[in-house]
């Protein structure tokens, strides 16, 4: 798992848990899927607000549906790895913060398939 995936997730939740929402537009940066946030673009993996641009939109969103999948495979080992931990822990602190972690995941995972089935229904 690259480095801050942790960060980038909490966001991602964080963000859908306030109304965002996750576009199938990619970022022209980290082609990481931008979110929707009271009326802003808004890369979540660069933590920065992105300002439109038409052609290249149109560009990125054929690669969409390949982001959403690798990001989907990238929060289903999250998961896997979480329910090990899950599976062996005894405190239930600790039970309570990884349950919390993988409501995150869940969250983020089924708004990222619902996007990819949106954008390969587009390309067809
Ligand atoms: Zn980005």
Not at 30 to 48: A, Y
């Amino acid at each position: 798992m690259p480095e801050g995936t942790e960060d980038y997730i909490k966001r991602m939740s964080d963000a859908l848990r306030s109304g965002a929402r996750m576009l199938s537009e990619t970022c022209p940066v980290c082609s990481s899927p931008l979110f929707s946030l009271s009326g802003e673009l808004w890369c979540l993996k660069c933590n920065r607000r992105v300002v439109r641009v038409r052609e290249e939109t149109e560009a990125t969103a054929a690669t969409a549906p390949y982001i959403l999948s690798s990001l989907n495979n990238t929060l289903t080992a999250k998961i896997e790895e979480l329910n090990i931990l899950l599976q062996r822990e005894v405190d239930p602190e600790k039970i309570h913060k990884l349950t919390q972690t993988l409501d995150s995941l869940l969250r983020v995972l089924r708004e990222s398939r619902r996007l990819e089935a949106e954008s390969r229904k587009q390309e067809q």
